[in-house]
Nanobody, 124 residues
Framework: QVQLVESGGGLVQAGGSLRLSCAAS????????MGWFRQAPGMEREFVAG????????YYADSVKGRFTISRDNAKNTVYLQMNSLKPEDTAVYYC?????????????????WGQGTQVTVSS
């Protein structure tokens, strides 16, 4: 089993920054990729960014390119999401997820483990 715990959410003004953390524990050696997703009220859960443990290859949703950066610290089993130039539209619950598949996916159903989520609120 793999356990994921997100932290770092909070309230920030538009144009500000936050850094989210996702601490992984358990059988993390079985996971191939980590992803960040978000879900706003009345909307579907959407992919934000992803990264592989082995190579650090990253991929992003078009809506956050140039503003968000995903990174990982393999020694700490931790994945980060640096969010800059935040907009009110970024307000959502942000979830960390892990995938065992040897492929990159933007679909939530392709991820095997999920964190509890952390709230990010951006004021206008």
């Amino acid at each position: 089993q793999v356990q994921l715990v997100e932290s770092g959410g909070g309230l920030v003004q538009a144009g500000g920054s936050l850094r989210l953390s996702c601490a992984a524990s358990g059988r993390t050696f079985s996971t191939y990729a980590m992803g960040w997703f978000r879900q706003a009220p009345g909307m579907e859960r959407e992919f934000v960014a992803g990264i592989t443990w082995s190579t650090g290859f990253t991929y992003y949703a078009d809506s956050v390119k140039g503003r968000f950066t995903i990174s990982r610290d393999n020694a700490k089993n931790t994945v980060y999401l640096q969010m800059n130039s935040l907009k009110p539209e970024d307000t959502a619950v942000y979830y960390c997820a892990a995938s065992n598949a040897y492929s990159l996916s933007r679909r939530p159903l392709n991820y095997d483990y999920w964190g509890q989520g952390t709230q990010v609120t951006v004021s206008s």
